[in-house]
Protein backbone atom coordinates (compact mmCIF):
# COMPACT_ATOMS: atom_id res chain seq x y z
CA UNK A 1 0.00 0.00 0.00
CA UNK A 2 1.01 3.26 -0.96
CA UNK A 3 3.17 4.21 2.04
CA UNK A 4 1.17 8.44 1.51
CA UNK A 5 -2.04 7.60 1.70
CA UNK A 6 -3.86 11.34 0.70
CA UNK A 7 -6.73 11.04 2.75
CA UNK A 8 -7.89 14.24 1.62
CA UNK A 9 -8.29 13.48 -2.17
CA UNK A 10 -9.66 9.31 -1.02
CA UNK A 11 -12.52 11.15 0.73
CA UNK A 12 -13.22 13.72 -2.54
CA UNK A 13 -13.12 11.09 -4.80
CA UNK A 14 -15.44 8.43 -2.57
CA UNK A 15 -17.84 11.28 -1.74
CA UNK A 16 -18.69 11.54 -5.20
CA UNK A 17 -18.82 8.27 -6.40
CA UNK A 18 -20.87 6.93 -3.40
CA UNK A 19 -23.11 10.06 -3.24
CA UNK A 20 -22.43 11.04 0.19
CA UNK A 21 -23.00 14.20 1.84
CA UNK A 22 -20.50 16.18 3.60
CA UNK A 23 -20.56 19.33 4.94
CA UNK A 24 -17.32 21.41 5.46
CA UNK A 25 -17.13 21.05 9.09
CA UNK A 26 -17.82 17.29 8.79
CA UNK A 27 -14.71 16.82 6.48
CA UNK A 28 -11.74 17.20 8.61
CA UNK A 29 -12.68 14.66 11.32
CA UNK A 30 -14.15 12.39 8.33
CA UNK A 31 -10.36 12.67 7.01
CA UNK A 32 -9.05 11.98 9.97
CA UNK A 33 -11.24 8.82 10.60
CA UNK A 34 -10.30 7.09 7.45
CA UNK A 35 -6.84 7.69 7.84
CA UNK A 36 -6.96 5.95 11.07
CA UNK A 37 -8.52 3.26 9.18
CA UNK A 38 -6.09 3.51 6.71
CA UNK A 39 -3.17 3.19 9.31
CA UNK A 40 -4.82 -0.11 10.28
CA UNK A 41 -5.44 -1.72 7.38
CA UNK A 42 -1.59 -0.70 6.69
CA UNK A 43 -0.92 -2.71 9.85
CA UNK A 44 -3.03 -6.03 8.67
CA UNK A 45 -1.87 -6.36 5.13
CA UNK A 46 1.37 -5.91 5.80
CA UNK A 47 1.12 -9.48 7.73
CA UNK A 48 1.74 -11.92 5.18
CA UNK A 49 -0.59 -14.45 4.88
CA UNK A 50 -0.29 -18.10 2.88
CA UNK A 51 -2.06 -18.55 -0.08
CA UNK A 52 -4.43 -20.80 1.75
CA UNK A 53 -5.48 -18.97 4.42
CA UNK A 54 -9.32 -18.33 3.96
CA UNK A 55 -11.81 -15.94 5.74
CA UNK A 56 -14.45 -17.66 7.61
CA UNK A 57 -18.13 -17.71 5.51
CA UNK A 58 -19.69 -18.14 9.00
CA UNK A 59 -17.07 -17.44 11.00
CA UNK A 60 -16.48 -20.51 14.30
CA UNK A 61 -14.52 -19.41 17.03
CA UNK B 1 -33.32 -13.54 53.91
CA UNK B 2 -33.54 -10.05 53.18
CA UNK B 3 -36.48 -7.65 53.03
CA UNK B 4 -37.77 -5.70 50.39
CA UNK B 5 -36.26 -2.75 51.51
CA UNK B 6 -32.88 -4.31 50.45
CA UNK B 7 -33.86 -4.75 46.99
CA UNK B 8 -31.17 -2.35 45.47
CA UNK B 9 -28.28 -4.96 46.63
CA UNK B 10 -30.25 -7.68 46.32
CA UNK B 11 -28.96 -10.27 43.71
CA UNK B 12 -30.83 -12.10 40.77
CA UNK B 13 -30.17 -15.87 43.20
CA UNK B 14 -31.23 -14.20 46.76
CA UNK B 15 -34.25 -13.18 44.69
CA UNK B 16 -34.99 -15.74 42.97
CA UNK B 17 -35.19 -18.04 45.86
CA UNK B 18 -37.05 -15.83 48.23
CA UNK B 19 -39.87 -15.58 45.41
CA UNK B 20 -40.07 -19.36 45.09
CA UNK B 21 -39.29 -19.88 48.59
CA UNK B 22 -43.04 -17.53 49.34
CA UNK B 23 -40.60 -14.80 50.89
CA UNK B 24 -40.93 -11.91 48.60
CA UNK B 25 -43.83 -11.73 45.79
CA UNK B 26 -42.32 -10.62 42.30
CA UNK B 27 -44.91 -8.39 42.41
CA UNK B 28 -43.12 -6.63 45.78
CA UNK B 29 -40.16 -6.46 43.11
CA UNK B 30 -41.54 -5.17 40.50
CA UNK B 31 -42.67 -2.47 42.29
CA UNK B 32 -39.20 -2.07 44.30
CA UNK B 33 -37.79 -1.67 41.06
CA UNK B 34 -39.79 0.68 39.18
CA UNK B 35 -39.17 2.71 42.66
CA UNK B 36 -35.77 2.82 42.26
CA UNK B 37 -35.97 3.81 38.56
CA UNK B 38 -38.29 6.46 39.29
CA UNK B 39 -36.19 8.11 42.02
CA UNK B 40 -32.60 7.57 40.01
CA UNK B 41 -33.16 7.30 36.60
CA UNK B 42 -33.53 11.57 35.82
CA UNK B 43 -30.07 11.40 36.60
CA UNK B 44 -28.60 8.59 35.25
CA UNK B 45 -30.44 7.97 32.22
CA UNK B 46 -30.69 4.16 32.27
CA UNK B 47 -33.35 3.55 30.94
CA UNK B 48 -34.92 5.06 28.00
CA UNK B 49 -38.22 2.96 27.83
CA UNK B 50 -40.24 1.83 31.26
CA UNK B 51 -42.48 -0.84 30.45
CA UNK B 52 -44.12 -0.56 34.25
CA UNK B 53 -47.43 -2.38 33.08
CA UNK B 54 -46.11 -5.10 31.78
CA UNK B 55 -43.81 -5.80 34.17
CA UNK B 56 -46.60 -5.53 36.99
CA UNK B 57 -48.58 -7.66 34.60
CA UNK B 58 -45.52 -10.58 34.21
CA UNK B 59 -45.04 -10.50 37.86
CA UNK B 60 -48.61 -11.11 38.79
CA UNK B 61 -48.17 -14.07 36.61
CA UNK B 62 -45.06 -15.34 38.25
CA UNK B 63 -46.86 -15.25 41.51
CA UNK B 64 -49.73 -17.16 40.27
CA UNK B 65 -47.02 -19.65 38.90
CA UNK B 66 -44.97 -19.91 41.86
CA UNK B 67 -48.49 -20.59 43.99
CA UNK B 68 -49.31 -22.98 41.74
CA UNK B 69 -46.43 -24.89 42.14
CA UNK B 70 -44.14 -23.46 39.43
CA UNK B 71 -40.49 -23.45 39.78
CA UNK B 72 -38.79 -21.15 37.98
CA UNK B 73 -34.92 -20.44 38.49
CA UNK B 74 -35.39 -16.10 37.79
CA UNK B 75 -39.01 -16.20 39.51
CA UNK B 76 -39.51 -12.39 39.72
CA UNK B 77 -36.06 -11.35 38.80
CA UNK B 78 -36.79 -8.08 37.87
CA UNK B 79 -34.25 -7.03 34.65
CA UNK B 80 -33.89 -4.83 31.40
CA UNK B 81 -31.99 -4.92 28.15
CA UNK B 82 -30.19 -2.82 25.81
CA UNK B 83 -32.50 -1.47 23.34
CA UNK B 84 -30.95 -3.03 20.08
CA UNK B 85 -33.34 -5.65 21.90
CA UNK B 86 -37.07 -6.20 20.80
CA UNK B 87 -39.40 -5.62 23.40
CA UNK B 88 -42.88 -6.55 22.33
CA UNK B 89 -45.18 -3.21 21.79
CA UNK B 90 -41.54 -1.25 21.62
CA UNK B 91 -39.91 0.77 19.39
CA UNK B 92 -36.19 -0.57 19.03
CA UNK B 93 -34.04 2.50 19.13
CA UNK B 94 -30.88 1.17 19.14
CA UNK B 95 -29.76 4.08 20.48
CA UNK B 96 -30.78 6.31 17.05
CA UNK B 97 -33.18 9.06 16.58
CA UNK B 98 -33.96 7.40 13.13
CA UNK B 99 -35.34 3.93 13.83
CA UNK B 100 -37.64 5.91 16.19
CA UNK B 101 -39.50 6.23 13.13
CA UNK B 102 -39.93 2.51 13.04
CA UNK B 103 -43.18 0.41 14.12
CA UNK B 104 -42.86 -0.56 17.90
CA UNK B 105 -41.86 -4.37 17.84
CA UNK B 106 -44.42 -7.22 17.60
CA UNK B 107 -42.43 -9.92 19.96
CA UNK B 108 -39.72 -10.23 22.06
CA UNK B 109 -36.12 -10.92 20.93
CA UNK B 110 -34.99 -14.43 21.18
CA UNK B 111 -33.42 -13.81 24.43
CA UNK B 112 -35.84 -11.57 26.48
CA UNK B 113 -38.47 -14.49 25.61
CA UNK B 114 -35.90 -16.55 27.52
CA UNK B 115 -35.61 -14.81 30.33
CA UNK B 116 -39.05 -14.13 30.99
CA UNK B 117 -40.27 -17.98 29.80
CA UNK B 118 -37.31 -18.38 32.84
CA UNK B 119 -39.95 -16.32 35.31
CA UNK B 120 -37.71 -12.78 34.77
CA UNK B 121 -39.58 -9.36 34.72
CA UNK B 122 -38.75 -7.20 32.30
CA UNK B 123 -38.80 -3.97 33.37
CA UNK B 124 -37.95 -1.61 30.03
CA UNK B 125 -35.03 -0.78 27.31
CA UNK B 126 -32.19 0.58 28.42
CA UNK B 127 -29.37 3.48 26.73
CA UNK B 128 -27.10 2.75 24.98
CA UNK B 129 -24.82 4.79 21.88
CA UNK B 130 -25.92 5.19 18.71
CA UNK B 131 -25.81 1.91 16.80
CA UNK B 132 -23.64 0.39 19.03
CA UNK B 133 -21.00 2.53 17.71
CA UNK B 134 -19.39 3.71 20.68
CA UNK B 135 -17.00 3.00 23.91
CA UNK B 136 -18.10 6.03 26.02
CA UNK B 137 -22.43 6.44 26.95
CA UNK B 138 -22.48 9.70 25.07
CA UNK B 139 -25.55 9.73 22.93
CA UNK B 140 -26.50 13.33 20.82
CA UNK B 141 -30.34 11.93 20.84
CA UNK B 142 -30.88 10.69 24.68
CA UNK B 143 -28.25 12.79 26.62
CA UNK B 144 -25.48 11.19 28.55
CA UNK B 145 -25.71 8.01 30.49
CA UNK B 146 -23.24 8.87 33.57
CA UNK B 147 -21.45 6.51 35.87
CA UNK B 148 -23.98 5.48 39.31
CA UNK B 149 -20.31 5.42 41.20
CA UNK B 150 -19.42 9.27 40.31
CA UNK B 151 -22.13 10.72 37.66
CA UNK B 152 -18.94 13.02 36.42
CA UNK B 153 -17.64 10.07 34.40
CA UNK B 154 -18.88 7.28 31.69
CA UNK B 155 -20.51 4.59 31.80
CA UNK B 156 -18.45 3.19 29.12
CA UNK B 157 -20.34 1.78 26.22
CA UNK B 158 -21.53 1.16 24.21
CA UNK B 159 -24.21 -0.88 26.78
CA UNK B 160 -24.11 2.03 28.68
CA UNK B 161 -27.84 1.52 30.34
CA UNK B 162 -27.26 -2.25 30.96
CA UNK B 163 -24.02 -0.85 33.00
CA UNK B 164 -25.35 2.05 35.21
CA UNK B 165 -28.79 -0.16 35.36
CA UNK B 166 -27.11 -2.51 37.19
CA UNK B 167 -24.53 -0.72 39.27
CA UNK B 168 -27.54 1.73 40.37
CA UNK B 169 -29.49 -1.42 41.78
CA UNK B 170 -32.37 -0.64 39.45
CA UNK B 171 -32.41 -4.24 38.59
CA UNK B 172 -29.90 -6.85 39.50
CA UNK B 173 -29.21 -8.30 35.98
CA UNK B 174 -29.20 -6.58 32.42
CA UNK B 175 -28.87 -7.91 29.01
CA UNK B 176 -26.21 -5.73 26.29
CA UNK B 177 -24.10 -6.48 23.20
CA UNK B 178 -20.59 -6.86 22.76
CA UNK B 179 -19.08 -6.12 19.25
CA UNK B 180 -15.67 -4.78 20.30
CA UNK B 181 -15.80 -4.42 23.87
CA UNK B 182 -19.50 -3.14 24.79
CA UNK B 183 -20.24 -5.56 27.61
CA UNK B 184 -16.93 -5.36 28.92
CA UNK B 185 -16.22 -1.66 28.71
CA UNK B 186 -19.31 -1.11 30.49
CA UNK B 187 -18.57 -3.56 33.38
CA UNK B 188 -15.18 -2.38 34.01
CA UNK B 189 -16.21 1.43 34.01
CA UNK B 190 -19.39 0.52 36.34
CA UNK B 191 -18.12 -2.00 38.32
CA UNK B 192 -19.87 -5.21 37.24
CA UNK B 193 -19.29 -8.83 36.46
CA UNK B 194 -19.92 -9.26 32.78
CA UNK B 195 -20.10 -12.35 30.60
CA UNK B 196 -19.76 -12.06 26.46
CA UNK B 197 -19.80 -15.37 25.65
CA UNK B 198 -18.14 -17.06 22.45
CA UNK B 199 -19.39 -15.82 19.41
CA UNK B 200 -22.06 -18.21 17.85
CA UNK B 201 -23.10 -19.24 21.74
CA UNK B 202 -26.27 -17.49 21.78
CA UNK B 203 -29.15 -16.25 19.53
CA UNK B 204 -29.17 -12.72 18.23
CA UNK B 205 -32.56 -12.98 16.86
CA UNK B 206 -34.34 -9.68 17.35
CA UNK B 207 -31.76 -7.54 17.99
CA UNK B 208 -30.75 -4.83 15.94
CA UNK B 209 -26.77 -5.63 14.51
CA UNK B 210 -23.61 -3.78 14.20
CA UNK B 211 -21.35 -5.61 12.94
CA UNK B 212 -23.01 -9.20 11.92
CA UNK B 213 -19.53 -10.85 12.04
CA UNK B 214 -18.43 -9.61 15.34
CA UNK B 215 -21.47 -8.90 17.40
CA UNK B 216 -22.42 -11.04 20.38
CA UNK B 217 -25.21 -10.60 23.23
CA UNK B 218 -24.62 -11.54 27.46
CA UNK B 219 -25.71 -10.38 30.51
CA UNK B 220 -24.00 -8.50 33.46
CA UNK B 221 -24.52 -8.51 36.74
CA UNK B 222 -23.50 -7.80 40.60
CA UNK B 223 -22.20 -11.10 41.05
CA UNK B 224 -20.77 -14.14 39.07
CA UNK B 225 -23.19 -16.37 40.39
CA UNK B 226 -25.78 -14.09 38.73
CA UNK B 227 -23.88 -14.26 35.63
CA UNK B 228 -23.66 -18.19 35.41
CA UNK B 229 -27.51 -18.30 36.54
CA UNK B 230 -28.84 -16.17 33.82
CA UNK B 231 -26.23 -17.55 30.96
CA UNK B 232 -27.78 -21.39 31.72
CA UNK B 233 -31.39 -19.62 31.00
CA UNK B 234 -30.29 -17.54 27.87
CA UNK B 235 -28.75 -20.86 25.99
CA UNK B 236 -30.95 -22.70 23.69
CA UNK B 237 -30.73 -23.46 19.82
CA UNK B 238 -32.76 -20.75 17.36
CA UNK B 239 -32.22 -21.40 13.98
CA UNK B 240 -33.00 -18.16 13.27
CA UNK B 241 -29.17 -16.87 13.48
CA UNK B 242 -27.46 -18.38 11.40
CA UNK B 243 -24.35 -17.59 13.15
CA UNK B 244 -25.42 -19.32 16.11
CA UNK B 245 -23.63 -23.07 16.25
CA UNK B 246 -24.89 -25.83 16.68
CA UNK B 247 -23.25 -26.60 20.16
CA UNK B 248 -25.48 -28.41 23.30
CA UNK B 249 -25.88 -26.34 26.07
CA UNK B 250 -23.35 -25.66 29.06
CA UNK B 251 -24.26 -26.22 32.44
CA UNK B 252 -22.13 -23.65 34.44
CA UNK B 253 -24.21 -22.57 37.23
CA UNK B 254 -23.61 -26.28 38.74
CA UNK B 255 -20.09 -26.33 38.18
CA UNK B 256 -19.36 -22.78 39.67
CA UNK B 257 -17.81 -23.96 43.03
CA UNK B 258 -15.37 -26.61 41.62
CA UNK B 259 -12.57 -23.57 42.29
CA UNK B 260 -9.50 -23.14 40.31
CA UNK B 261 -7.17 -25.57 41.64
CA UNK B 262 -5.42 -27.35 38.15
CA UNK B 263 -6.11 -24.29 36.28
CA UNK B 264 -3.55 -23.30 34.19
CA UNK B 265 -3.67 -19.11 34.41
CA UNK B 266 -1.25 -16.90 32.61
CA UNK B 267 -1.14 -12.50 32.62
CA UNK B 268 -0.81 -11.34 29.09
CA UNK B 269 2.10 -9.25 28.49
CA UNK B 270 3.63 -6.80 25.69
CA UNK B 271 0.27 -5.30 24.11
CA UNK B 272 -2.00 -5.93 27.15
CA UNK B 273 0.53 -4.00 29.56
CA UNK B 274 2.65 -0.79 27.00
CA UNK B 275 -1.07 1.21 26.97
CA UNK B 276 -2.43 0.36 30.05
CA UNK B 277 -2.18 3.15 33.17
CA UNK B 278 -0.86 1.88 36.52
CA UNK B 279 -4.73 1.46 38.02
CA UNK B 280 -5.45 -1.06 35.04
CA UNK B 281 -1.90 -3.07 35.65
CA UNK B 282 -2.67 -3.22 39.31
CA UNK B 283 -6.22 -4.74 38.78
CA UNK B 284 -4.84 -7.35 36.50
CA UNK B 285 -1.89 -8.18 38.91
CA UNK B 286 -4.26 -8.18 42.29
CA UNK B 287 -6.14 -10.29 40.63
CA UNK B 288 -3.22 -13.06 38.94
CA UNK B 289 -1.47 -12.86 42.39
CA UNK B 290 -4.90 -13.73 44.37
CA UNK B 291 -4.99 -16.88 42.11
CA UNK B 292 -1.66 -17.64 42.77
CA UNK B 293 0.00 -17.10 38.85
CA UNK B 294 2.63 -14.66 37.85
CA UNK B 295 3.77 -16.55 35.11
CA UNK B 296 3.14 -13.79 31.59
CA UNK B 297 2.70 -14.74 28.10
CA UNK B 298 3.09 -12.45 24.75
CA UNK B 299 0.19 -12.88 22.57
CA UNK B 300 1.55 -12.48 19.43
CA UNK B 301 -0.06 -9.87 17.02
CA UNK B 302 -2.48 -8.72 19.69
CA UNK B 303 -1.67 -5.19 18.12
CA UNK B 304 -2.43 -6.15 14.70
CA UNK B 305 -5.56 -7.64 15.69
CA UNK B 306 -7.25 -5.24 17.30
CA UNK B 307 -6.64 -3.21 13.75
CA UNK B 308 -7.84 -5.72 11.90
CA UNK B 309 -11.05 -5.59 14.01
CA UNK B 310 -10.96 -1.55 13.43
CA UNK B 311 -11.30 -2.58 9.58
CA UNK B 312 -13.62 -5.09 9.73
CA UNK B 313 -16.01 -2.86 12.15
CA UNK B 314 -15.53 0.28 9.84
CA UNK B 315 -16.44 -0.98 6.94
CA UNK B 316 -19.35 -3.46 7.81
CA UNK B 317 -20.84 -1.08 10.17
CA UNK B 318 -20.68 1.43 7.31
CA UNK B 319 -22.41 -1.29 5.00
CA UNK B 320 -25.48 -1.40 7.37
CA UNK B 321 -26.48 2.10 7.61
CA UNK B 322 -25.10 2.73 3.73
CA UNK B 323 -29.09 4.39 3.01
CA UNK B 324 -29.11 5.50 5.96
CA UNK B 325 -26.21 7.42 6.02
CA UNK B 326 -26.51 8.33 2.39
CA UNK B 327 -29.84 9.47 2.84
CA UNK B 328 -30.25 11.46 6.09
CA UNK B 329 -26.50 12.18 7.28
CA UNK B 330 -27.79 15.06 9.65
CA UNK B 331 -30.47 12.57 11.73
CA UNK B 332 -27.23 10.66 13.33
CA UNK B 333 -25.57 11.24 16.53
CA UNK B 334 -22.51 13.21 15.08
CA UNK B 335 -19.79 11.42 16.74
CA UNK B 336 -21.29 8.45 15.21
CA UNK B 337 -21.60 10.23 11.71
CA UNK B 338 -18.59 10.83 10.58
CA UNK B 339 -17.15 7.61 11.42
CA UNK B 340 -20.24 5.77 9.26
CA UNK B 341 -19.38 8.01 7.07
CA UNK B 342 -15.98 7.44 6.48
CA UNK B 343 -16.63 3.67 6.88
CA UNK B 344 -18.46 3.49 3.18
CA UNK B 345 -15.32 4.50 1.72
CA UNK B 346 -12.88 1.21 2.98
CA UNK B 347 -11.29 -0.64 -0.09
CA UNK B 348 -12.74 -4.34 -0.18
CA UNK B 349 -9.52 -5.61 -0.29
CA UNK B 350 -8.08 -4.21 3.39
CA UNK B 351 -11.75 -5.54 4.69
CA UNK B 352 -10.56 -9.23 3.52
CA UNK B 353 -7.41 -9.30 4.29
CA UNK B 354 -8.28 -8.35 7.90
CA UNK B 355 -10.88 -11.73 8.00
CA UNK B 356 -8.21 -13.52 6.80
CA UNK B 357 -6.18 -12.55 9.12
CA UNK B 358 -9.05 -13.65 11.68
CA UNK B 359 -8.32 -17.08 10.91
CA UNK B 360 -4.64 -16.51 10.97
CA UNK B 361 -5.27 -15.94 14.39
CA UNK B 362 -7.59 -18.00 15.87
CA UNK B 363 -5.27 -20.70 14.57
CA UNK B 364 -2.54 -19.16 16.53
CA UNK B 365 -4.42 -18.67 19.85
CA UNK B 366 -5.74 -22.13 19.45
CA UNK B 367 -2.43 -23.22 20.05
CA UNK B 368 -1.91 -21.21 22.79
CA UNK B 369 -4.79 -22.80 24.66
CA UNK B 370 -3.47 -26.05 24.22
CA UNK B 371 -1.20 -24.95 27.16
CA UNK B 372 -3.34 -22.38 29.03
CA UNK B 373 -6.61 -22.54 30.26
CA UNK B 374 -6.93 -19.10 31.20
CA UNK B 375 -5.30 -15.54 30.17
CA UNK B 376 -6.23 -12.34 32.50
CA UNK B 377 -5.82 -8.87 30.90
CA UNK B 378 -7.14 -5.21 31.96
CA UNK B 379 -10.03 -5.12 30.10
CA UNK B 380 -9.68 -1.16 29.86
CA UNK B 381 -7.00 0.84 29.71
CA UNK B 382 -7.77 3.04 33.21
CA UNK B 383 -11.16 3.32 35.11
CA UNK B 384 -13.96 5.42 34.02
CA UNK B 385 -13.25 9.12 32.10
CA UNK B 386 -14.68 12.27 33.11
CA UNK B 387 -17.78 12.36 30.53
CA UNK B 388 -16.93 14.60 27.61
CA UNK B 389 -13.13 13.64 27.62
CA UNK B 390 -11.86 13.87 23.79
CA UNK B 391 -8.11 12.86 23.79
CA UNK B 392 -6.14 10.09 26.32
CA UNK B 393 -2.46 9.70 25.99
CA UNK B 394 -1.02 6.35 26.38
CA UNK B 395 2.33 5.17 26.68
CA UNK B 396 3.40 8.39 25.64
CA UNK B 397 0.83 8.66 22.33
CA UNK B 398 -1.87 11.20 22.32
CA UNK B 399 -5.15 9.41 20.97
CA UNK B 400 -8.51 9.79 20.32
CA UNK B 401 -10.26 8.46 23.57
CA UNK B 402 -13.49 7.19 22.20
CA UNK B 403 -12.07 4.16 19.62
CA UNK B 404 -9.00 3.66 21.98
CA UNK B 405 -10.61 2.44 25.41
CA UNK B 406 -11.41 -0.92 23.84
CA UNK B 407 -7.98 -1.18 23.00
CA UNK B 408 -7.81 -4.65 25.14
CA UNK B 409 -10.96 -5.77 24.46
CA UNK B 410 -10.98 -6.03 20.80
CA UNK B 411 -8.53 -8.46 19.80
CA UNK B 412 -10.55 -10.94 21.82
CA UNK B 413 -13.55 -10.14 20.44
CA UNK B 414 -12.02 -10.50 16.89
CA UNK B 415 -12.25 -14.17 17.16
CA UNK B 416 -15.27 -14.65 19.61
CA UNK B 417 -12.92 -15.94 22.56
CA UNK B 418 -16.03 -16.05 25.66
CA UNK B 419 -14.39 -13.51 28.56
CA UNK B 420 -16.07 -12.67 32.27
CA UNK B 421 -15.28 -9.20 33.36
CA UNK B 422 -14.48 -8.85 36.80
CA UNK B 423 -14.84 -5.92 39.13
CA UNK B 424 -11.25 -4.56 40.89
CA UNK B 425 -11.52 -1.80 43.67
CA UNK B 426 -7.94 -0.96 44.61
CA UNK B 427 -6.89 -0.09 47.89
CA UNK B 428 -8.54 3.69 48.50
CA UNK B 429 -9.56 4.00 44.96
CA UNK B 430 -13.04 6.21 44.32
CA UNK B 431 -13.49 4.14 41.14
CA UNK B 432 -13.66 0.32 39.93
CA UNK B 433 -11.80 -1.08 36.77
CA UNK B 434 -12.24 -4.35 35.19
CA UNK B 435 -10.15 -7.21 34.22
CA UNK B 436 -11.06 -9.70 31.32
CA UNK B 437 -10.77 -13.91 32.14
CA UNK B 438 -10.26 -15.12 28.63
CA UNK B 439 -11.37 -18.68 28.04
CA UNK B 440 -10.54 -21.05 25.27
CA UNK B 441 -13.77 -20.97 22.93
CA UNK B 442 -16.91 -22.78 24.18
CA UNK B 443 -15.67 -22.73 27.77
CA UNK B 444 -17.26 -20.03 29.47
CA UNK B 445 -17.67 -22.26 32.28
CA UNK B 446 -13.72 -21.98 32.88
CA UNK B 447 -14.18 -17.88 32.86
CA UNK B 448 -17.53 -17.79 35.07
CA UNK B 449 -15.29 -20.26 37.68
CA UNK B 450 -12.47 -18.10 37.74
CA UNK B 451 -14.96 -15.01 38.26
CA UNK B 452 -16.78 -16.44 40.91
CA UNK B 453 -13.36 -17.91 43.02
CA UNK B 454 -12.47 -14.39 42.79
CA UNK B 455 -15.85 -13.13 44.17
CA UNK B 456 -15.60 -15.53 46.83
CA UNK B 457 -12.26 -14.40 47.97
CA UNK B 458 -13.75 -10.99 48.11
CA UNK B 459 -10.64 -9.86 45.68
CA UNK B 460 -13.63 -8.99 42.90
CA UNK B 461 -16.92 -7.03 44.00
CA UNK B 462 -19.49 -5.16 42.39
CA UNK B 463 -21.56 -2.61 45.35
CA UNK B 464 -24.42 -1.06 44.41
CA UNK B 465 -23.23 2.50 44.55
CA UNK B 466 -24.11 4.68 46.81
CA UNK B 467 -26.35 6.94 45.34
Not at chain 2, 131 to 139: H, K, L, M, S
Not at chain 2, 151 to 178: C, E, F, H, I, Y
Request: proline share 6%.
Amino acid sequence: MSAEFDAGAHVAHMEKDMGLTIEDDWRPVIEAHIAATQKAAEQVLSFPLEDHVEAASVFEA
Amino acid sequence: MSGIADFPSLKAVEIAAAVQGGELTATELAQASLQRVDQFNPAIRAFTDVTAERALADAARVDKAIAGGAVLPLAGVPFAVKNLFDIDGVVTRSGSRINLENPPATSDAFLVSRLCEAGGLLMGGLHMGEYAYDFTGENAHDGNCVNPHDLTRMTGGSSSGSGAAAASGMVPVTLGSDTNGSIRVPSSFCGLFGLKPTYGRLSRHGTFPFVGSLDHLGPLARSARDLALVFDVLQGWDKADPAQADRPALATLSDLGRGTDGLRMVVAGGYFREKAEPEALAAVDTVARALGTSAEIDIPEAARARAAAYVITAAEGANLHLDRITRRPKDFDPETRDRFLSGTMVPAVWVQHAHRFRSWFRSMMREIFEHVDVILAPATPFAALPTGTKTITLGGEVMPARPNIGLFTQPVSFIGLPVAAVPVWLDGAALPVGVQVIAPAWREDLALRVAFQLEKEGVCRAPVASL
